[in-house]
């Protein structure tokens, strides 16, 4: 009888723990998540990265080696210019990064994600597009006649890449946009967030309980600002 009540104690608290451990990974709602990049961006703009060498000290790094919490997911491009921790002022632990030139999205930037949201408890996902995207031009060099990007370019592994980007390509053509890269770089991003949720269950639950929410984003290589597409859809 003893015996019995110790082992439900037993399972009691380690109920208990993994409630505990599943809230402070959720402790970031999504809408803190995304300040903490904004106001990160903000501190990269006047020059100031306190923020990311502190959190890179010693001391953080052997802190976070028993285990991570980061609260944001950044899926964007592999340019050297357009780092997320520096780009946002972030340190060790803080921000999850999935890096695809194009910031695409094929099923292993969805896994990651998947795996961030699911495991780390990440509330927030940035599609990162950004100004002259090298990958988002390549695709557009290879546009053909009908707005079309023919099937020789999807070929081989940079074709991969084409081939993910060109339907943001293509939609941006047959819409005559005046300035079609441009276009096809913020195209691509909806496109990604849109295939994020469409082809993951998790993460459609988790936007759905409000676990998670899905941003869309560019940044400028000139002046070096992230912009929110949903602030410039308030703004116009
Ligand atoms: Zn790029």
């Known amino acids: 009888m003893m015996k019995k009540v110790l082992v439900f104690v037993l399972v009691m608290l380690v109920s208990v ?4 451990s599943a809230e402070t990974a959720a402790a970031v709602s ?8 904004m106001e990160g961006n ?10 990311l060498i502190v959190n890179s000290k010693p001391a953080v790094r052997e ?4 285990g991570q919490h980061p609260y944001a997911i950044v899926l964007d491009c592999s340019d050297s210019r357009l780092s997320p921790e520096i780009i946002f002022d972030k340190g060790l632990g803080e921000i999850f990064v999935v890096r695809v030139a194009g910031n695409i999205v094929a099923p292993n930037q969805l896994g990651s994600i998947e795996y961030a ?23 557009v ?27 943001a390509v293509e939609k941006s053509c047959h819409a005559g946009a005046s300035n079609l890269l441009a276009a096809s770089i913020d195209e691509n991003v909806n496109l990604v ?16 309980t409000k ?26």
């Open 17 to 20: 723990a993994g409630i505990v």
């Open 30 to 37: 999504p809408d803190a998540a995304l300040a903490k990049l």
């Open 42 to 51: 903000a501190k990269f703009n006047q020059g100031n990265l306190a923020n």
């Open 63 to 66: 802190g976070l080696a028993a």
């Open 117 to 139: 949201i699911e495991h780390l408890g990440a509330s927030l996902v940035m599609v990162l597009g950004h100004s002259k995207c090298g990958a988002v031009n390549a695709t």
């Open 141 to 167: 060099g290879a546009l053909g006649a009908n707005c079309t990007i023919p099937q020789a370019a999807k070929e081989g592994n940079i074709g991969s890449l084409v081939a993910a980007i060109a339907p």
């Open 193 to 208: 967030a849109e295939n994020i949720e469409a082809n993951s269950a998790i993460v459609k639950e988790a936007i759905e």
């Open 211 to 236: 676990k998670v929410k899905v941003v869309k984003a560019r940044y400028d290589l000139e002046d070096g600002v992230v912009k929110l597409f949903a602030e410039e859809e308030h703004a116009h």
